[in-house]
């Protein structure tokens, strides 16, 4: 698996809006068994396995075993490599603005 | 399910026995992608095992539940610093290092028997970052994203 792949993984997982749709239930709600989740799409239970193991193929859903159950976990450390790749550094000059802002009205009310 | 948890994946190409030293007993490597903070114990099943921040300030204290190297860590997990924290008592914190082709899945879980807990929102803010320097590190040799690397 190269980091090309991962990415072609990542980015064919989030270009389809019921598998983002699974993801905005596991954001207001992790933990989520697959019959909780099929409760929210308008899908068949075989449609939603298929996504969900999509998600889970491109990370960005953790799994864990309970009993006889699943619980699906939105994965987070995929996005915050997108994150770091293209946006953190525009991140820096809006922190030093505030720092300077702060300082400059530090500076005249004192 | 009265408890909240939070599942943490990612695929790093290297060897369970590297990954397993930076999550570990590798200090200085840890300092690098923890920003600044380092984790000290035996490592072994009952050792104490405590965070510390930058400055020495203890961040999060408790017990190594389980230890199987490099394949499984289990730590009980009492955050020290803020107060609001620290009153919600212990968590516990699973590593799990899983071999994948050439990859080793590592699989963080982190639980605490209670809903709606603010230590594990407040971890699942932090874990995303730290992986993903970890990650970065020791599969490029740095934390930055390098845009001129071929």
Request: proline letters at 4%; glycine letters at 6%.
């Amino acid at each position: 698996m190269t980091e090309a792949r991962d990415a072609d993984l990542l980015f064919k997982a989030l270009a389809d809006s019921s598998r983002r749709k699974l993801l905005d239930l596991l954001n207001v709600h992790d933990g989520r068994t697959l019959n909780d989740l099929c409760e929210h799409l308008d899908m068949t239970r075989q449609g939603v396995t298929q996504h969900l193991a999509v998600l889970e193929e491109a990370n960005l859903i953790g799994t864990v075993r309970r009993g006889r159950e699943k619980l699906h976990f939105l994965n987070p450390v995929p996005l915050q490599e997108i994150y770091e790749r293209w946006i953190s550094k525009f991140e820096k000059p809006r922190l030093k603005a505030l720092a300077d802002l702060k300082r400059r009205l530090e500076k005249d009310h004192g | 399910m009265a408890k909240s948890t939070y599942v943490y994946v990612s695929y790093i190409r290297t060897t369970p026995e590297k990954l397993w030293a930076a999550l570990t007993i590798d200090t200085e490597f840890q300092k690098q992608y923890w920003f600044g903070n380092t984790c000290l114990s035996g490592w072994t099943a009952g050792s104490t095992w405590k965070m510390e921040g930058p400055d020495g300030t203890l961040m999060d204290a408790g017990e190594i539940v389980e230890s199987d190297p490099p394949k499984r860590l289990v730590i009980r997990w009492t955050h020290q610093w803020k107060p609001e924290l620290k009153e919600e008592g212990p968590s516990l914190c699973t590593m799990l290092l899983e071999q994948e082709g050439s990859a080793v899945k590592l699989s963080i879980t982190h639980t605490i028997e209670r809903e709606n807990s603010k230590l594990i929102t407040a971890v699942s803010g932090g874990w995303p970052k730290v992986i993903s320097n970890l990650k970065s590190l020791i599969e490029t040799g740095s934390i930055a994203v390098d845009v001129n690397k071929k």
